[in-house]
């Protein structure tokens, strides 16, 4: 079993940064690929970026690309997401999730644990 614990989420002016941190319980977190995905309301949860197990390989939606940063320290089992250049378009409820295996999904369906989610909002 895995728990996640999002952090690093607040209120930021539009252009501002955040940098948001999941910590995970277990010991098995240096071989899980890890994801993050935002819900704005009323809205399906959409894809963040996500990291293989050891870091190697990222992707990035595109509405975040170029933005946003994605790294792992497997070492403390944390995984963040550097934000930058923040648009009120990317106010939403932001959570970390965790699956077995190395494919970088994309959707929410292959995760198999779900932190509780960590608000951000961005003022314009």
């Known amino acids: 079993q895995v728990q996640l614990v999002e952090s690093g989420g607040g209120l930021v002016q539009a252009g501002g940064s955040l940098r948001l941190s999941c910590a995970a319980s277990?010991?098995?977190?240096?071989?899980?690929?890890m994801g993050w995905f935002r819900q704005a309301p009323e809205k399906e949860r959409e894809f963040v970026a996500v990291i293989r197990w050891d870091g190697a390989n990222t992707d990035y939606a595109d509405s975040v690309k170029g933005r946003s940063t994605i790294s792992r320290d497997n070492a403390k089992n944390t995984v963040y997401l550097q934000m930058s250049s923040l648009k009120p378009e990317d106010t939403a409820v932001y959570y970390c999730a965790a699956r077995r295996g190395t494919a970088l999904s994309r959707t929410p369906g292959p995760y198999d644990y779900w932190g509780q989610g960590t608000q951000v909002t961005v003022s314009s």
């Open positions: 277990g010991r098995t977190f240096s071989s899980l690929t």
